[in-house]
């Protein structure tokens, strides 16, 4: 019998990538999504597939998923600055009560369970790279604490339930990733600088620029995490790419990329912005002999082109989702 995998975020951006991904090695795939960043598109392809389906659900809910489980993947949480300040308390919600029902699940399935958890658990790191052995320096009250403090009782709680009740878990500590599906205008780096580019705008760094990134391309992402959910690992890994830039040189590709002439313009740093972000991934290397494979050259022209591809009303229309409804 095929395995059978439930990915939750399935219709975002990552979250439609593994779909991908785990439909191409031959598993029967539940997609669920309350689709407030989420979007159909990315995976109405795969609707016509006998392998997959699809329930709209919000994980803060119960979740009943009927027969046999293998894996979750916990994959559901706003991941952008401009969604998890609109929608902080979901944010909070989604990595709390999701991750608890959710490992609930995956006790009663007796499923292998992961979750993507995030560099944002290192805050604005005093280590440079981060390993998987710091803790972090993340202030707990500041805008930016929603998303990072989700993510750290995500791991938290993922751990209690490993080593109370026996649960098989992974915990995958993403660094920033970028390509086809990411939405325009959700405030991350890359769509940001490719739509105004676009657009004829000219390219808003925040700060004086300096501040690094590693930018890590989907397919390689996907590659690791699926490794990782494969190998026999327990504790935090690093999936990311350690090649690191600086986010006015990255502006400078971005226009050198796209032919366009825009000028580069400053604006004031957010609060608790992080100023370096490069991960250590030697534990990847050395556990599940996974490093990245693509080019910030390749990567990037392949986002390039799709974000390309898109008509100029999607260009030119604002991608921010109207969160009213959720805001509880």
């Known amino acids: 019998m095929k395995k059978r995998v439930l990915i939750t975020g399935a219709a975002g951006f990552l979250g439609s990538h593994l779909c991908d991904k785990f439909i191409a090695e031959g598993f029967e795939v539940i997609g669920m999504d309350n689709l407030i960043t989420g979007d159909l598109k990315n995976i109405e392809h795969l609707f016509k ?7 709209h659900h919000d994980v803060t809910k119960f979740v009943h998923v009927p027969g046999k489980l293998d894996y979750i993947l916990h994959f559901a949480s706003p991941a952008s600055p401009i969604d998890y300040l609109k929608i902080p308390i979901q944010t909070l919600k989604v990595g709390s009560l999701g991750t608890h029902n959710l490992l609930g699940l995956a006790r009663v399935k ?4 992961m979750i993507a958890s995030t560099s944002e658990v290192y805050g604005d790191p005093k280590e440079h790279p981060q390993t998987e052995e710091y803790y972090g320096h993340v202030n707990t009250i500041g805008p930016r604490g929603v998303y990072d403090e989700a993510k750290r009782f995500q791991e938290s709680i993922t751990m209690a339930y490993h080593r109370f009740h026996g649960i098989d878990t992974r915990i995958a500590r993403i660094f920033n990733t970028y390509g086809p599906r990411m939405r325009l205008n959700d405030g991350r780096v890359i769509p940001a600088f490719i739509g105004q580019a676009l657009r004829g705008e000219d390219l808003t760094v925040f700060g004086d620029g300096m501040q690094t990134r590693s930018f890590c391309y989907v397919d390689d992402e996907v590659d690791g995490l699926f490794k990782l959910l494969m190998s026999d690992y327990t504790l935090p890994v690093n999936i990311g790419n350690p090649d690191e830039i600086t986010i006015k040189d990255f502006a400078e590709e971005i226009i ?8 580069i313009i400053y604006k004031p740093l957010p ?3 992080p100023m370096q972000r490069r ?3 030697s534990k990847a290397k ?4 996974w490093e990245p494979q693509t080019s910030r050259e390749e990567g990037m022209q392949k986002t390039y082109e799709y974000f390309k591809s898109l ?8 991608e921010h989702k109207d969160f009213s409804k959720h805001i509880n």
């Open 256 to 263: 050198k990329l796209t032919g366009t002439d825009q000028k």
């Open 279 to 281: 991960p250590d991934i």
């Open 286 to 289: 050395e556990l599940l002999g």
């Open 49 to 55: 597939l006998p392998d997959f389906d699809f329930y």
């Open 110 to 113: 007796e499923a292998r369970f």
């Open 271 to 273: 609060k608790d912005d």
């Open 311 to 318: 008509s100029q009303e999607e260009l030119n229309r604002s």
